[in-house]
């Protein structure tokens, strides 16, 4: 286990705790007065504020383990890096990387953006209906919740046919867990998440300009500025208008 792994799952040790307990006290199978549930949901909310509340790492330490480290370069000027999370999700997190290092995610956009809740990407017809031609992966669930930052496979009604699409968190959303594969956290760029352009599509939607593994050491991608117009001047407009023949 990294140390930095570690240290994140000290942080949040105590806010799963709690999660723990308030997920039983809103089991639908217990007897539940009006005020219990409603104890239940003020408790669950004090959860998630607690577990959203778990630092993005204002200084990350991407040295320390940069073959699971994931950059994406966003056509909005901005490097999002995330940190990939092998003990949560093995099989999600190396088809991530193989289908980063073939270059599948350059290009592609974003192509479901619901504000307070998610952007999806990963799609290159972005239709929402694409992914690669690897096979489906099977669902890796884990006890990680969906907190803001947290990266996550979409996938169809079949919990086993996530491919290449993914998604980042912009809120906690608690109904994601045990539903998809969660192998990963924002650690550093959120800022550029939170400006990704929103809809389903967006009218302008934003794309990956480049995603890369941070031991690949590939510099940061930036959007090229739109090149200005030529001035036209009088000698050019005089040479390509063509003279009629005095012949």
Do not use: C
Not at 162 to 182: E, G, H, K, M, W
Not at 192 to 220: H, K
Not at 224 to 231: D, G, I, L
Request: charged letters at 15%; glycine letters at 6%.
């Amino acid at each position: 286990m990294s140390t930095l792994f570690a240290r994140s799952l000290a942080r949040i040790a105590g806010p799963l705790a709690l999660l723990a307990g308030a997920a039983a006290l809103a089991s639908p199978a217990s007897a539940q007065t009006l005020q219990q549930r409603q104890e239940a949901q003020a408790h669950a909310d004090a959860v998630a504020e607690a577990i959203s509340r778990v630092p993005l790492a204002a200084n990350p330490n991407i040295e320390e383990d940069r073959e699971n480290i994931l950059f994406l370069d966003l056509s909005n000027g901005g490097r999002v890096a995330i940190r990939l999370v092998p003990e949560w999700a093995p099989n999600h997190v190396a088809r991530i990387k193989e289908l980063t290092r073939a270059n599948f995610y350059n290009g592609v956009i974003f192509h479901r953006v619901i504000d307070g809740f998610m952007a999806q990407t990963g799609d290159p017809t972005g239709t929402g209906r694409g992914g690669s031609t690897l096979p489906d992966l099977e669902a890796e669930f884990n006890m990680f919740p969906h907190v803001r930052g947290s990266v996550s496979m979409a996938r169809a009604n079949d919990v086993n046919s996530a491919n290449s699409q993914f998604f980042i968190v912009f809120y906690p959303r608690f109904t994601l867990d045990r539903n998809y594969t969660n192998f990963g956290r924002v650690i550093a760029g959120m800022e550029y998440v939170d400006a990704i352009a929103r809809g389903e599509p967006p009218a302008n939607p934003t794309r990956i300009l480049q995603a890369s593994i941070a031991a690949d050491n590939l510099p940061q991608l930036l959007p090229q500025a739109p090149r200005p117009a030529a001035a036209i001047t009088p000698d050019m407009l005089s040479a390509s208008v063509q003279q009629p023949s005095a012949q």
